[in-house]
């Protein structure tokens, strides 16, 4: 059984920064792309960020500039580090192992003042 575990979620001002991770132990985790999808009250998930098996990052344009994916193979885990966040940002954030049905629980992101 896969399991893919995000943390690091919060209430957050506007211009605050989080850095939630996403763990996958027991997992291959270095032949697959990660990525993340956060999902807004009522709204579909949507990408933001992925990271290839072959460290090349990609961004949605709304998040350009402001995150930024990273992955350690060693700990199988992969980090999304937000800056700058906008109350447009709040969602629930999930981790995703590309190609795949495996998906974390995901985190509550809030962004208010």
């Known amino acids: 059984q896969v399991q893919l575990v995000e943390s690091g979620g919060g209430l957050v001002q506007p211009g605050g920064s989080l850095t939630p991770p996403c763990a996958a132990p027991?997992?291959?985790?270095?032949?697959?792309?990660m990525a993340w999808y956060p999902q807004a009250t009522g709204k579909q998930r949507e990408f933001v960020a992925r990271i290839s098996s072959g460290w090349i990052p990609n961004y949605a344009d709304s998040v350009e500039g402001r995150f930024t994916i990273s992955r350690d193979n060693g700990i199988r885990t992969v980090v999304l580090q937000m800056d700058s966040l906008r109350p447009e940002d709040t969602a629930v954030y999930y981790c995703?192992?590309?190609?795949?049905?495996?998906w974390g629980q995901g985190t509550q992101v809030t962004v208010s003042s």
């Open positions: 027991g997992f291959s985790f270095s032949y697959y792309d």
């Open positions: 995703n192992a590309e190609s795949t049905d495996y």
